[in-house]
């Protein structure tokens, strides 16, 4: 099979000759680690590790980011021995500890809007009118997307992840009571925006799926009550999958770190396929998930990262727990439940690899 048909074919529930390969990656700081272990500088890290080939398209589609055009610079506000207090490319103003680097979160001071009229300003860098600016090169693009064995996918941010970007989890909670019809209106802006990046995208190209960050859950549950999700983004997440069925497109993953469980038959509701990455440490048990759901969408992850930080015998029993369950149930992809940290060793992450390559069919 080919890495397309093999994508496909695992996310939708059809037939594949082995699992479909896939990872997260190091974070920088363990990629830099492991250099010191063995791993080469500048490796591909899916080339390396013999992976399945994607292509994301190199366009302004946002992602963990929200989709500004032009995109916002980042800048540094103050620094000092101890800290940096910067905006960042969400235009979210943070304070950083040097001593963190990527292993932790900065701390978020401002969000760019709290008021209509900081959304009217930042609206401007949000309008549906400027998707083919947001695309760029297509000649470049065309070229990258060429080959009809390679799976593309097309990065977008959420319907919840896309407010809290521009107004932080409190605000969205708030802005739901205080003045809920301007969330409305941010979530139709977001619907347009998106409806006609795909449309325009898939006139040039062809896209196999689309992979919605959210990040809206934590370890006890959803940022969001699901009932208010269900009043606000439920709609326009419908009417967006709808426009992106009928432009071609077969796949629509959510990723979203936490507890998803509350979360998860109103995705497949909205007609999400597959979700991701079913973080072991917030209680998602995916055997038991696909007990108690079927097969109504596919399960991408839920491989425990921190039995890597243990022994051997810890990370053969943690793959042996859940991957030969999905032998006969099939619609999974297997991968650790987040990206690999600092803990982990270049050899124990090739270790993973070869327990989890056991099964392949």
């Known amino acids: 099979m080919t890495s397309r048909e093999r994508f496909i074919n695992s996310v939708k529930g059809g037939p594949v000759d082995r699992f479909f390969r896939t990872d997260f990656g190091p974070w920088p700081s363990t990629c830099g680690l492991w250099v010191k272990q063995g791993y080469p500088e500048n490796a591909d890290f899916r080339e390396y590790f013999d992976m399945d080939p994607i292509v994301i398209p190199a366009i302004n589609s946002g992602f963990a980011e929200s989709p500004y055009h032009p995109r916002i610079e980042s800048r540094t506000i103050e620094e000092t021995d101890d800290y940096v207090i910067a905006v960042n490319v969400n235009g979210i103003t943070t304070k950083t500890l040097k001593t963190a680097g990527d292993t932790s979160m900065p701390q978020f001071l401002r969000f760019p809007v709290a008021s209509r009229k ?90 196999d799926g689309i992979v919605i960050w959210e990040d809206m859950c934590f370890k006890n549950g959803p940022l969001i009550n699901p009932d208010h999700f269900k009043v606000f983004m439920l709609p326009r997440y419908k009417r967006f999958i709808e426009a992106a069925r009928a432009c071609g497109v077969e796949c629509i993953a959510v990723d979203s770190d936490g507890d998803v469980r509350k979360m998860i038959p109103i995705f497949v509701e909205t007609g999400v396929d597959a979700l991701m990455p079913f973080e072991v440490q917030a209680g998602m048990d995916v055997v038991g998930i696909r007990e108690e759901c079927g097969n109504s969408f596919c399960i991408i992850g839920g491989i425990d990262k921190r039995a890597l930080a243990r022994d051997r015998k810890n990370i053969k029993a943690e793959v042996d727990r859940v991957v030969p369950y999905f032998l006969e149930s099939g619609r999974y992809i297997p991968s650790l439940d987040h990206s690999i940290p600092t803990d982990v060793s270049f050899d124990s992450f090739k270790y993973y690899l070869t327990c989890l390559r056991q099964y392949e069919q």
């Open 118 to 207: 900081d959304w009217e300003r930042m609206r401007e860098r949000l309008n549906p009118e400027d998707a083919l600016a947001r695309i760029g090169d297509t000649a470049s693009l065309t070229k990258d997307c060429s080959d009809p064995g390679v799976p593309t996918l097309v990065q977008i941010c959420g319907a919840f992840g896309h407010p809290r970007n521009l107004l932080g989890g409190e605000g969205v909670s708030y802005i739901i009571y205080d003045d809920p019809e301007l969330l409305h209106e941010i979530l139709e802006n977001w619907c347009d925006l998106y409806t006609e990046l795909i449309t325009k995208l898939t006139s040039l190209i062809r896209v």
